[in-house]
């Protein structure tokens, strides 16, 4: 490969990644594959030849988000990945590198979608056996729990890119040890972050057809690393009978860069054992996880250190993206191209693992001491919450680069 990419890179030859970028302020948006610390300009890359049909592919690749080219299938998402990897294996840096490759580092990143839906489901068993135990110590997991892939539908207009900055939300909470019947009008004093990953549908579906388990690979283009920000306090108050509501439609993040699943194969592992057997419709064959790695860290606004507060890890997941694929469809609810379906909170069996602050606090009742002696239960005003995600095997890493979001008033 004429092209270097630094070893620790989460963007290898083995990833190429697809997302939205501008390569300057004064530059309009357009696809890209990031490379290392490049981007391939996949709009110069057309004009070039790289995909044939110049013109096609060219109007494809200065859209402003990636529905249509998603919306293209497979075979030709596929392609273009196969041909930008070979232009990239060439023996000799080819002439017309200049004009399709960009610095990373100088690059604006855009929201990579348009997100006509969005699912947030609640698959860690950890993470809700925790969460139950803090509420319902004599019963932690509902019955209905090791049955389904619970979830809900959350809010699609309030998903920003990484980076964004998040406004403290206010609502109605209930202050600690007030009566049922004095909620106050409030900022939210327990905003919390929730460590995911979301897939992103690629494929159609018709309304009244189930997506079955052994198909959901192919209406699964990629997956990103999610934060689903909570307002915990918000949510206690709000969530009985409906489930979340003001606590979470606020804001979530994505990462700028789509991880085409295809990308991921290498790092397939089985998921947990499952008791009771799921009922037919979810059951699933083989390896139907990834081992990917999380981690979770908060830089305060003042002293500028990181303090990593989270080690987590994909294959951890109770319910798998095919499952949660194929129960949301069950019912012949149909999917659309650019859907986000979000794993739920990912912890770990280990206090080090866990997926949001309500664990790692432990309600607010373990404070956690950062690098700069100051400490957390929940996040504070100027903080910078920032999640990592990457797998790597037998000399191959993918990953996913970072999700990034400051905290305002």
Not at 380 to 407: P, Y
Request: proline share 8%.
């Amino acid at each position: 490969m004429w092209l270097s990419v630094p070893k620790e890179s989460d963007f290898s030859i083995h990833n190429l990644p697809f997302g939205v970028f501008q390569p300057s302020v004064d530059a309009s948006a357009r696809a890209g594959i990031a490379i290392g610390d490049h981007i391939v300009d996949l709009a110069a890359a057309a004009t070039a030849g790289l995909f044939g049909k110049r013109r096609f592919f060219r109007q494809i690749f200065e859209q402003t988000t990636l529905n249509d080219f998603i919306a293209l299938g497979k075979p030709v998402t596929n392609k273009v990945r196969r041909k930008v990897k070979e232009w990239l294996e060439l023996p000799q840096k080819p002439e017309n590198a200049t004009q399709i490759l960009q610095p990373r580092k100088t690059a604006i990143m855009r929201m990579p979608l348009r997100v006509p839906n969005y699912t947030d489901f609640y698959s860690s068993i950890e993470h809700a056996t925790n969460v139950g135990k803090m509420f319902r110590p004599d019963n932690p997991l509902l019955p209905n729990w090791r049955w389904l892939p619970v979830g809900y539908h959350g809010r699609a207009s309030s998903i920003v890119v990484s980076g964004t900055p998040i406004k403290r939300p206010w609502g109605q909470i209930l202050p600690p040890g007030g009566a049922p019947d004095t909620p106050i009008y409030a900022a939210s004093r327990q905003l919390d972050f929730e460590l995911e990953m979301a897939f992103v549908i690629g494929k159609e579906s018709a309304l009244g057809e189930p997506i079955a388990v052994d198909q959901a690979d192919a209406y699964i283009f990629g997956v990103v690393l999610f934060n689903d920000w909570s307002a915990r306090d918000i949510q206690r108050w709000e969530y009985v009978p409906l489930g979340p509501f003001l606590g979470k439609n606020f804001g979530s993040s994505i990462s700028p860069w789509i991880v085409p699943l295809e990308a991921l194969k290498p790092f397939k592992v089985k998921g947990p054992k499952q008791t009771p057997a799921p009922l037919e419709y979810l059951k699933s064959k083989g390896a139907s996880n990834y081992e990917i790695n999380l981690e979770v860290s908060i830089t305060p606004a003042k002293g500028n250190q990181e303090t990593i507060i989270s080690n987590s890890n994909t294959k951890y997941l109770y319910w798998s993206m095919a499952q949660q694929l194929a129960h949301h469809t069950v019912n012949g609810c149909n999917v659309q191209v650019g859907d986000l379906m979000a794993s739920g909170t990912i912890s770990g069996p280990t206090p080090d693992s866990y997926g949001s602050l309500l664990e790692l606090s432990w309600g607010g009742k373990k404070p956690l001491t950062l690098k700069d002696g100051s400490s957390r239960t929940f996040l504070e005003n100027g903080d910078t919450l920032s999640m990592r995600a990457w797998a790597e095997k037998d000399g191959l890493r993918v990953g996913f680069g970072e999700v990034e979001g400051s905290v305002n008033e």
